[in-house]
């Protein structure tokens, strides 16, 4: 059975930090490009971020350029989301998502999701 868990999430005052882990199993993430989306209720799902499966490329939405970092680590098949600097709208719900596509910007058709992280960032 194929399952990302997402953990590292959590409540942060304004200008604070906080690294998401996206833990894989059943999946070889390293096989797999990676994106870290988030949503807040009652909007759509934002792609914030991702690394291809190939390493080569990572994006960033505007909104996290110069913030957030994205990472993997394969021997502990993790993926990781460091966001620095957070600001009160980067409240969100954040999944991280899987697919075999080597263009991570794809944000549409990602196969594999965890269950969401929240992220809390007080004023």
């Known amino acids: 059975e194929v399952q990302l868990v997402e953990s590292g999430g959590g409540l942060v005052a304004t200008g604070g930090s906080l690294r998401l882990s996206c833990v894989g199993s059943?999946?070889?993430?390293?096989?797999?490009?990676i994106a870290w989306f988030r949503q807040v209720p009652g909007k759509g799902r934002e792609g914030v971020s991702c690394?291809?499966?190939?390493?080569?490329?990572?994006h960033f939405a505007d909104s996290a350029k110069d913030r957030f970092t994205i990472s993997r680590d394969n021997a502990k098949n993790t993926v990781f989301l460091d966001m620095s600097n957070l600001k009160p709208e980067d409240t969100a719900t954040y999944y991280c998502?899987?697919?075999?596509?080597?263009?991570?910007?794809?944000?549409?058709?990602?196969?594999?999701w965890g269950q969401g992280t929240q992220v809390t960032v007080s004023s």
């Open positions: 059943g999946l070889t993430l390293h096989h797999h490009s």
């Open positions: 690394i291809s499966r190939t390493d080569v490329t990572t």
């Open positions: 998502a899987a697919d075999v596509n080597y263009l991570c910007t794809n944000y549409e058709y990602y196969d594999y």
